[in-house]
């Protein structure tokens, strides 16, 4: 295994780990901090698989990453900045127009960010894994 690989092995098992410990130690849990957890556990999950099909790929003697990867996740990468800017327009309406026409509860600082950085994120990870799977990255 090449040192990213291991690396991302190893931050992933431990953010795994301080998730558990947080939730195991926190006490009840409203709704947005469940929710924000199980994205940040899928998120996690992907990642490591990831991970580990990279470590495989590298065991059989090819290389790690690949032109058709690279592409992948270039192209991953942009389909999810186009969903953060499309989050986040989403999450401003939200707590503009229909907070105040429908009466619906407003989000928090930290949910609203939460939901801009890991919406995103989950997007790229299963782009990533649509596209490496289709293999026509073009």
Do not use: C, Q
């Not at 790929?57 to 999810?80: N, Q, V």
């Amino acid at each position: 295994m090449d040192g990213k690989t291991v690396i991302g092995f190893i931050v992933g098992v431990l953010v795994l780990l301080t998730m558990t410990l947080y939730l195991t130690a926190a006490g009840p849990l409203d709704f947005g901090e469940i929710a924000l957890s199980i994205l940040v556990l899928f998120m996690v999950v992907a990642s490591l698989k990831l991970v580990i099909d990279r470590a495989r790929e590298i065991k059989k003697g090819h290389a790690g990453e690949d032109e058709m990867s690279k592409r992948a996740g270039h192209k991953a990468g942009y389909f999810a900045y186009i969903a953060s800017v499309w989050v986040a327009v989403a999450l401003l309406w939200y707590n503009t127009f229909f907070v105040d026409e429908f009466a619906m509860p407003a989000l928090d600082f930290g949910v609203v960010i939460g939901i801009i950085v890991l919406v995103p994120g989950i997007i790229f990870l299963m782009a990533t894994f649509h596209f490496l799977r289709k293999g026509d990255v073009e």
